[in-house]
Nanobody, 123 residues
């Protein structure tokens, strides 16, 4: 942990938008997978977006159509655009990476993590 740095969290009203950013070292922008996870108080860590070095992107149904993941390989930055936010999106959001291009949204498969950024959505 500590290899990645997130930013962009904050507080918004329901229906609003936020964009999270995650920067990391060069070696994690090679053949790797990246993901965003979130964890609400008292709940487990949930994967909300995935991308690999081939730009294969996946989302769970809970955020599909509202969240958009993108990656800037030149700047080593991962973005998560979150639109139409709901109160149930309130959580600590974490960026994570792993040195594998195979799909996974299981937190136990990721070895590099950021410190997290808080997202709070009020009704």
């Amino acid at each position: 942990q500590g290899q990645l740095v997130e930013s962009g969290g904050g507080s918004v009203e329901a229906g609003g938008s936020l964009r999270l950013s995650c920067s990391g070292p060069d070696y994690l922008f090679g053949r790797a997978s990246w993901a965003w996870f979130r964890q609400a108080p008292g709940k487990g860590r949930e994967g909300v977006a995935y991308i690999n070095s081939y730009d294969k992107i996946r989302y769970p149904d809970s955020v599909k159509g509202r969240f958009t993941l993108s990656k800037d390989n030149d700047k080593n930055i991962l973005y998560l655009q979150m639109d139409t936010l709901k109160p149930e999106d309130t959580a600590m959001y974490y960026c994570a990476a792993r040195r594998s291009e195979y799909y996974s949204l299981s937190s136990s498969d990721y070895h590099y993590w950021g410190q997290g950024t808080q997202v709070t959505v009020s009704s």
